[in-house]
């Protein structure tokens, strides 16, 4: 088992290069196999999500060709199944996603249910299938698959209303309405940034896409998208979490290749917890030096405040003056890392989806656990802000959407490192 080794205590320095969004890469390395050409994305994040839907690409017969580290060529001229492996889509929740892009071309998808993070709650896609139907598919649960089929092999265009506002609805119903046949209208649609990379990279391809980033998606279908090139916009969460890192810690950072517009939302609440942000045309300089001020913090559908930061932010706000509340307004459940945080010395109530946090002067290191990816990342604040040694389990989490997190976090001068240890099944067996 491989954990992280953090020496805290250390306030962090010097400049940190942010990768491309994870969750664009999950959903347009799925839209590229709409795609009857090859289509080369660059800026992918170097993180295991994106390994996972590339090998789950090529298992459906597409050819990946790798030219950098950051950049793929998919071939998906040669696809001969629209039947996932449950095996590498029970991995990931983004596997829903090839329901939409298998649709779309072939009128046909059977992808086994989707995994990935698990917040403790349901996390139902029930307006995926609702939008589906609308199009014209027919939807059925059976033996851990969602098959997805239509009579004629092609989806027909309708206007779709989504009761909640949900990103993997919003971005799957596009995929599948990009080739339908006729007009689809999305309603009450999420607006995220990577909803927009989306829509961008299936224009460039040859959709017809229009309204994205607001609540109203109108798409005409087409017969066919062809090959190009695209790159992935920078990863909003990735460019939050050293910022939330830097305000934890103290320090001066520069987080590097961003678009500033989209952490407005997360810059206005650490500008009100009293750090200094400065922005420049595709960076941040952030920067902490007095004391961190309680604040207000509750999650919401862009442009409000990410759920994905909410672990991160809380993390924070237990180094920060006063009493904060921190309210979860997307998922039901999403605090099972605060045990972790108060055995760190935090002191945090949660009351169904309000946190309220009251301010400490400091954390200490201890053994703490990395319940998914952003409670992962709110470990390893809290690792770099407490003082003394911490040692961060469950990692494979972190790595599903960081890319290099250790040697990007070591270039600010962290003292974190990563060791392997035996397995306590391994070792139990060794000393029985
Ligand atoms: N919901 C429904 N029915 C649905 C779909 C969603 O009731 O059919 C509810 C959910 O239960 C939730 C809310 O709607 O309460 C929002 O869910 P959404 O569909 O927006 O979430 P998602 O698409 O499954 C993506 C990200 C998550 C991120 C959420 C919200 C990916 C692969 N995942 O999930 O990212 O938290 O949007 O922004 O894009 C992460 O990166 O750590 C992560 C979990």
């Not at 029970?90 to 989707?114: C, E, H, N, T, W």
């Not at 420049?280 to 930061?309: C, I, Q, S, W």
């Not at 002191?347 to 990395?370: F, K, M, S, W, Y």
Request: glycine share 10%.
């Amino acid at each position: 088992m491989t954990k992280y080794i953090v020496q805290g205590g250390k306030p962090l320095f010097g400049e940190v290069e942010i990768s491309g969004a994870k969750n664009a890469a999950v959903a347009i390395i799925p839209a590229a196999l709409m795609v009857d050409g090859v289509c080369r994305i660059e800026n992918l994040p170097q993180i295991s999500d994106v390994t996972m839907c590339l090998r789950i690409l090529e298992q459906l017969g597409a050819n990946i060709r790798t030219i950098n580290r950051h950049t793929v060529e998919i071939d998906s001229r040669k696809i001969h199944s629209t039947r996932t492996s449950m095996d590498l889509c029970s991995k990931i929740r983004a596997s829903y996603y090839l329901i939409g892009a298998l649709l779309a071309r072939f009128g046909q998808a059977d992808v086994a249910m989707p995994g990935g993070c698990n917040f403790g709650g349901v996390r139902p896609i029930d307006q995926h299938v609702k939008g589906f139907t609308a199009l014209g598919a027919k939807v059925v649960a059976e033996g851990g698959y969602v098959m997805a089929s239509t009579d004629t092999g092609r989806l027909k265009g309708a206007t779709v209303y989504l009761d909640v506002v949900s990103v993997g609805a919003t971005m799957n119903i596009m995929m599948a309405a990009a080739m339908a046949e006729g007009d689809t209208v999305i309603e009450n649609a999420a607006k995220e940034p990577h909803i927009v990379d989306l829509a961008n990279f299936l224009n460039s391809m040859g959709a017809n896409i229009r309204g994205a980033g607001t609540d109203t998606i109108k798409i005409r279908g087409v017969d066919r998208l062809n090959g190009g090139t695209y790159a992935i916009i920078p990863d909003q969460i990735e460019a939050g979490t050293y910022m939330a890192a830097v305000a934890a810690t103290g320090g001066q950072i520069l987080v590097k290749n961003i678009i500033p517009k989209h952490m407005d939302c997360i810059t206005a609440k650490l500008v009100e917890m009293g750090v200094e942000v400065e922005e420049h045309e595709d960076t941040l300089l952030v920067r902490r030096t007095g004391a961190l001020r309680k604040v207000n913090v509750k999650t919401m559908p862009y442009p409000g405040f990410p759920t994905d930061m909410q672990p991160q932010i809380t993390t924070v706000l237990a180094l920060a003056q006063g009493t904060s509340l921190v309210t979860e307004g997307v998922w039901a459940s999403r605090y099972r890392y605060v045990d972790e945080l108060c055995r760190m010395g935090a002191n945090i109530q949660v009351d169904e989806r309000t946190a309220v946090v009251e301010g400490v002067d400091r954390l200490t290191g201890a053994p703490v656990q990395a319940y998914d990816l952003r409670a992962g990342a709110a470990m390893v604040i809290a690792a770099l802000a407490a003082q003394g040694q911490s040692e961060i389990s469950g990692i494979h989490y972190i790595e599903r959407g960081y890319e290099n997190i250790i040697s990007k976090l070591q270039a600010l001068g962290a003292r974190i490192h990563s060791e392997d240890f035996p397995d306590d099944d391994a070792l139990a067996a060794s000393i029985g």
